[in-house]
């Protein structure tokens, strides 16, 4: 069983900083790409960030240059840092993770619980 557990989070005030990481668990044999998404009430989950597991990166226009994403292989987490925020930042924030649970399996993809993050004006 693999499990994403998310922390961090929170209240900031707009242009303050913020950050959140995830850790994977459980039963795990590799870690492709690891990644950001967010959700705000009535609209779909959109990508924030994303980082594959030799370390490179895309964003999302809207979050370039103010965020940053990153991630421990070691300790199987990935990170969000994020600055200059914005109140339309404010969403739940969702990790995911293309892991492969054992060398019979192929890769699956694997969803936190979710963190909101609000973003007051």
């Known amino acids: 069983q693999v499990q994403l557990v998310e922390s961090g989070g929170g209240l900031v005030q707009a242009g303050g900083s913020l950050s959140v990481s995830c850790a994977a668990s459980?039963?795990?044999?590799?870690?492709?790409?690891m990644g950001w998404y967010r959700q705000t009430p009535g609209k779909q989950r959109e990508l924030v960030a994303s980082?594959?597991?030799?370390?490179?990166?895309n964003y999302a226009a809207s979050v370039k240059g103010r965020f940053t994403i990153s991630r421990d292989n070691g300790k199987n987490t990935v990170y969000l840092q994020m600055n200059s925020l914005k109140p339309e930042d404010t969403a739940v924030y969702y990790c995911?993770?293309?892991?492969?649970?054992?060398?019979?399996?192929?890769?699956?993809?694997?969803w936190g619980q979710g963190t909101q993050v609000t973003v007051s004006s």
């Open positions: 995911t993770a293309r892991i492969r649970p054992n060398h019979n399996n192929w890769y699956q993809a694997y």
């Open positions: 459980g039963s795990i044999f590799i870690i492709n790409d």
């Open positions: 980082i594959t597991s030799i370390g490179s990166t």
